[in-house]
């Protein structure tokens, strides 16, 4: 278990691999925390020194009760976490909530950025990505567990992956209930979510010169398709490709080309070829 403390206040991080290998950073979705990537790094630390950490409000970093922040508090703690590791330059993987956390990074410490991969990812927050939120955040107020599960869930698969999967959905949804019936998780999500509201990086994406990779799901509801081909028309040096029929949980849904993303993005030297 490893602890950053700044200003008061802790921030939980996982390094896993060797310290001579690339390095990467993988960045939380909403919903999750370090501990959601373990399927992943036994596989992922064979190529790279992997970088695990938990957001202010994640899993077991500070919870911040009365407080009201963006990402900027997010991604600032991160370039202190690297300075902290002595990391000068780094790969990073970004999932929805982390996808759009390391778009703001690049485009404010993107010194520290090697090449970027972005899953399932958005330039702004959109009315209708808000107001997803605000539904997540009234149901969590009830403290209904089965009411916040059915909310805030099943969007996040393929309906086909859902039906298939329905007696895991079904178990995993009675794991999920005592965390779906804690106030204290409800409240953190709250504040993660109302901390998307203000992120709109659309002035900026300009500036971006780091190779990016951007990865669409064909079955996203929550941040479809044409969000990310928004950003492959708005940043230079990307590649931009669209996993059929999977859901905004790619990574869980096909981890095997999840896991070959990664590795191939990053370790390739050159990635314009000419033939």
Not at 39 to 53: A, G, H
Request: hydrophobic share 40%; glycine share 6%; net charge negative.
């Amino acid at each position: 278990m490893s602890i950053f403390k700044t200003n008061g206040k802790e921030i939980f991080y996982q390094l896993d691999g060797d310290a001579s290998k690339p390095k990467l950073v993988i960045l939380n979705g909403i919903m999750m925390s370090t501990k959601s990537w373990v399927p992943f790094i036994n596989t992922l630390k064979e190529n790279f020194q992997v970088l695990r950490m938990d957001f202010f409000d994640q899993g077991q970093s500070t919870k911040l009760p009365g407080e009201t922040y963006t990402h900027d508090l997010q991604i600032d703690t991160l370039r202190d976490l690297f300075d902290y590791l002595n990391i000068d330059k780094i790969n990073i993987v970004g999932i929805s909530y982390g996808g759009n956390a390391a778009l703001a990074f690049a485009c404010k410490h993107q010194k520290y950025v090697e090449r970027l991969l972005l899953f399932n990812s958005t330039a702004y927050t959109s009315s209708w990505l808000k107001d997803i939120g605000d539904g997540w955040n009234i149901a969590g107020r009830t403290r209904n567990p089965e009411l916040y599960y059915k909310i805030a869930i099943p969007v996040i698969y393929s309906e086909k992956y859902y039906e298939e999967k329905i007696e895991w959905m079904r178990a995993r949804e009675i794991t999920l209930k005592p965390v779906f019936s804690n106030p204290e998780f409800l409240d953190a999500m709250e504040r993660l979510t109302i901390s998307a509201e203000p992120y709109d990086v659309r002035d900026k994406l300009k500036n971006i010169t780091v190779p990016v990779m951007i990865v669409s799901a064909e079955q996203d509801t929550l941040t479809p398709v044409q969000d990310q081909e928004y950003l492959s028309k708005n940043i230079k040096n990307s590649h931009w490709i669209k996993l059929p029929g999977v859901g905004h949980a790619s990574m869980y849904e096909n981890p095997l080309i999840f896991t070959s993303l990664i590795t191939g993005f990053f370790l390739v030297k050159d990635t314009n070829y000419v033939i």
